[in-house]
């Protein structure tokens, strides 16, 4: 049985992600698919959850074992998809930065019967993904700007020569 997931951002309206797993691929596997395709670094913490009717995570599919007894909680390596997910128009949400609350929404969109599919699969991938992280954009160098900001310190200390006169030779260490 393979399962046909599609993943969208709330903040990048163009973005859609296309993914299949077989039902004993783990939720962990299905976290590394996300976060290759999407290019993050795999170091930053992150969540699956089930939302209840409401949209309200409820049951929790954690990378880390912080040893929760009895409550709605599981541990992704642990966890196969088979054992959470249920039914066509299942919804998950993928937390991938705690610390400002962004996710991604994921829904079961096919089921197929087949039995081959050994490695996770991304079928379609469509606009800009998120950043991983708020705060760490990337910056594009320009390398004219970058000379000009060089020449402008220089010139903010002056000549070796004035320096020379005002104290002295430097000496080697």
């Known amino acids: ?23 004993r691929h783990t939720f962990f596997d299905f976290h590394s698919l996300i976060q290759k395709s999407l290019g993050y670094e ?20 954690s990378m880390l074992d912080l040893g929760m007894n009895g409550a709605a909680y599981y541990i992704m390596q642990k966890t196969p998809l088979s054992d959470l997910i249920q039914s066509k128009g299942q919804k998950l949400i993928y937390t991938f930065d705690f610390l400002n609350d962004r996710s991604l929404l994921i829904e079961l969109t096919d089921i197929i019967m087949e039995k081959n599919l050994i490695e996770p699969l991304v079928t379609l991938k469509r606009g800009v993904s998120p950043i991983q992280v708020l705060g760490e954009e ?11 900001q ?9 000549e070796l020569e004035d320096y020379t006169e005002i104290f002295g030779e430097m000496e080697d260490f």
């Open 138 to 148: 990337v910056d594009v160098i320009d390398h004219e700007s970058l000379e000009n």
């Open 1 to 23: 049985m393979i399962f046909h997931f599609q993943i969208i951002s709330q903040e990048c309206k163009n973005f859609q992600l296309e993914v299949e797993l077989s039902k």
């Open 42 to 61: 795999s170091h930053q913490l992150a969540s699956f959850f089930i939302p209840d009717k409401r949209g309200l995570k409820e049951k929790e599919i």
């Open 150 to 158: 060089e020449e402008k310190v220089y010139m903010l200390f002056g």
